[in-house]
Every structure is written in structure tokens, then in C-alpha cells.
């Protein structure tokens, strides 16, 4: 079975700053491989996603992040971040013919300092 | 575009009573619907999904259960409810690779 690590739980940046959330996943073949992102309180918004081509994709919210098989991971990165970008973040693995049912990470807490 | 809906947002109930939340998903036909709970200081945790019409497939054993009584609809209940059964419960629904998200609901048993 599949499984996905966040080995952050808590990550405080400056505003401004470079900002890499770690993601590891477990599984035989390619994965799908997904970014969310929630606000407190809120449902979960979908950052990016990787399906197959090329392994760096752009998302939403100047969001971007690499697919490195050779690593088994899927970090999710943004240049320069915005007080607003405070928010838990969740990586998941999808399988193909699973029904697209979502492993997903316990999630990392995202702190920006002002 | 696609919508989802979820409701009711916020649910306070005591502890023994039943539960209703629902879900419908417009702007797509016969998506693949989730539902999912977000303990406190977990990640989210799969407890039913269904691909049509009364077809459910519950992940986990506990104390709910959901039904799909249209293409777009998808209900979980609970006759009586437990205190662990508090925690933040997200619908979803999936056209072929990608999950969307509800906005939530949280429940409180008291």
C-alpha cells in the first residue's frame, strides 16, 4: 500500500523568504502525486498535481514542485512567501486504478513571520 | 464549472443523538464522492467513497455509515453518536485523477 511522509509538522518563514515543504512517498509504481492547501477552518484547495511529463509543475498561488523519483519525493516550494500563505499543507499519492482514492500526509503547518 | 456543497457548517450535537451531513456536487455527472474526517492534529482519513448509486464502500469500521441516493448526492449519518466521532468531516468528489474539496463541516459531540 501506498504511503506519504511530511516530516514537518511545524515550518516558520519570514515573509519574503524561500519556502520548501518536504514530502516522501512510498509505492511501487508512479504515483499521482498532490499539494493541498488548508485555511483554517476551511476545505482543502488544490495546489498542483503531478500525473506523468514533466516532473517540475506550477501551480496556483506561485506554487511549484518537483517530482524526483529517484528520491521518492514531491516538495512543494514558492520563492518568496506571503503572510497570506499561512496555512497547514497536505501532500497525498493517488494510484492509478485505485479508484482515486487519496493517501494523504499528516500535513505541515505553515508560520510566516511579518 | 463544478461546485460542491456541504452542510450544515458547524453541528453541535449531544451524545446519543443521530447525525445527517450532506453533499452535492453540480456542474459534473456520476463523479466518484468522498467522504473524509480530519481529527484534530491528523492527516484526513478515508471513511466512504462511492462511484454511482447506491454503491458505498466504507474504509474504515465505526460508527457511521453514508448513502447515495442520487447521482450527485452523498449523506453520512449516524444513528447515535459517539464523542469521538467530533472532528472536522470533508465531502469530495473526483472526475478521473483529481479530488476536489467541500468546505467541511465541523461536528461537536457533547
Known amino acids: 500500500a501506498q504511503s506519504v511522509t511530511q516530516p514537518d509538522i511545524h515550518i516558520t518563514v519570514s515573509e519574503g523568504a524561500s519556502l520548501e515543504l518536504r514530502c516522501n512517498y512510498s509505492?511501487?509504481?508512479?504515483?499521482?502525486l498532490f499539494w493541498y492547501v488548508q485555511s483554517p477552518g476551511q476545505g482543502l484547495q488544490l495546489l498542483l498535481k503531478?500525473?506523468?511529463?514533466?516532473?517540475l509543475v506550477q501551480g496556483i498561488k506561485g506554487f511549484e514542485a518537483e517530482f524526483k523519483r529517484s528520491q521518492s519525493s514531491f516538495n512543494l516550494r514558492k520563492p518568496s512567501v506571503h503572510w497570506s500563505d499561512a496555512a497547514e499543507y497536505f501532500c497525498?499519492?493517488?494510484?492509478?486504478?485505485?479508484?482515486?482514492?487519496?493517501?494523504f500526509g499528516t500535513g505541515t503547518q505553515l508560520k510566516v513571520e511579518l | 464549472s463544478q461546485t460542491i456543497h456541504q452542510w450544515p457548517a458547524t453541528l453541535v450535537q449531544p451524545v446519543g443523538s443521530p447525525l445527517s451531513l450532506e453533499c452535492t456536487v453540480e456542474?459534473?455527472?456520476?463523479?466518484?464522492l468522498y467522504w473524509y474526517r480530519q481529527a484534530a492534529g491528523r492527516g484526513l482519513q478515508l471513511l466512504f467513497y462511492?462511484?454511482?448509486?447506491?454503491?458505498i464502500s466504507s474504509e474504515v469500521p465505526q460508527n457511521l455509515s453514508a448513502s447515495r441516493p442520487q447521482d450527485r448526492q452523498f449523506i453520512l449519518s449516524s444513528k447515535k453518536l459517539l464523542l469521538s466521532d467530533s472532528g472536522f468531516y470533508l465531502c469530495?468528489?473526483?472526475?478521473?485523477?483529481?479530488?476536489?474539496f467541500g468546505e467541511g463541516s465541523w461536528l461537536t459531540v457533547v
Open positions: 503531478y500525473f506523468s511529463g514533466d516532473t
Open positions: 497525498a499519492v493517488g494510484v492509478t486504478g485505485g479508484g482515486n482514492k487519496l493517501t
Open positions: 509505492y511501487g509504481a508512479t504515483p499521482y
Open positions: 456542474g459534473t455527472s456520476n463523479p466518484n
Open positions: 469530495a468528489w473526483s472526475d478521473r485523477n483529481t479530488i476536489y
Open positions: 462511492s462511484v454511482g448509486i447506491g454503491q
